[in-house]
């Protein structure tokens, strides 16, 4: 039963700590996408990749948060320095590039004190 | 900005009626449109899709309609049970997977 699996599941710290989050893609799907769910903005857009190679990652506040793919089978998402406005589920999703849906992890809550 | 806009944050209909939800986008490069489903506590799941180059997706008890010249995309539930409660998330992208974006969602309630 393929799925996206992210890690940690919960996170709690303290204001100004670095904060990596984990994705492993579904073996053979070529897109990765980062979401942040808010209130507001429901499912935000913060970066994605196809084929490894970042496209997009201009809903991401580009002084503190930083996405890679170091390989096909991870990718993160790293927050340094975490803020409390920075707590909300981030969700990791991948998909083909060539047809079907995403697929979404379970998400990461973080909470930033 | 908001490329993709779910105006009502909830919906509350009884067991048994049909639940419409509705979706506007303003990008018309989109072209492939869809709609997940979220449960507390899990990640979005994907529900029906459906392609520029036609107007109605049907499948079983859930059908997606698209006008494409208002820009704009409704889910019908039809007949909705208490089970599709959840939280409904209208998705737009140009091509399959691509800079996919989401709108803010829309509570729905079916009440037994």
């Known amino acids: 039963d393929a799925r996206v699996t992210q890690t940690p599941r919960h996170k709690v710290t303290e204001m100004g700590q670095e904060v990596t989050m984990r994705c492993q893609p579904i073996?053979?799907?070529?897109?990765v996408f980062w979401y942040r769910q808010t209130m507001m903005q429901g499912l935000e857009l913060l970066a994605y990749f196809r084929n490894r190679a970042p496209l997009d990652d201009s809903g991401m506040p580009k002084d503190r948060f930083s996405a890679e793919m170091p390989d096909a089978t991870l990718a993160t998402l790293k927050i340094q320095p975490s803020e409390p406005r920075d707590s909300a589920v981030y969700f990791c999703?991948?998909?083909?590039?060539?047809?079907?849906?995403?697929?979404f992890g379970e998400g990461s809550r973080l909470t930033v004190l | 900005d908001q490329q993709v806009k779910q105006n009502s944050p909830s919906l509350s209909v009884q067991e048994g009626r049909i639940s419409i939800l509705n979706c506007d986008y303003t990008n018309s490069m989109f072209d492939y449109f869809l709609w997940y489903k979220k449960y507390p506590a899990e990640g979005p799941t994907f529900l029906i899709s459906i392609s520029s180059i036609k107007d109605k997706n049907e499948d079983g008890r859930f059908t997606v309609f698209l006008n494409k010249s208002a820009k704009h995309l409704s889910l019908h539930i039809v007949p909705s049970q208490p089970g599709d409660s959840a939280v409904y998330f209208c998705a737009a992208s140009v091509g399959h997977n691509n800079d996919m974006r989401f709108g803010a969602g829309t509570r729905l309630t079916v009440k037994p």
């Open positions: 073996l053979g799907h070529n897109t």
């Open positions: 999703a991948s998909g083909r590039s060539w047809g079907g849906e995403l697929f």
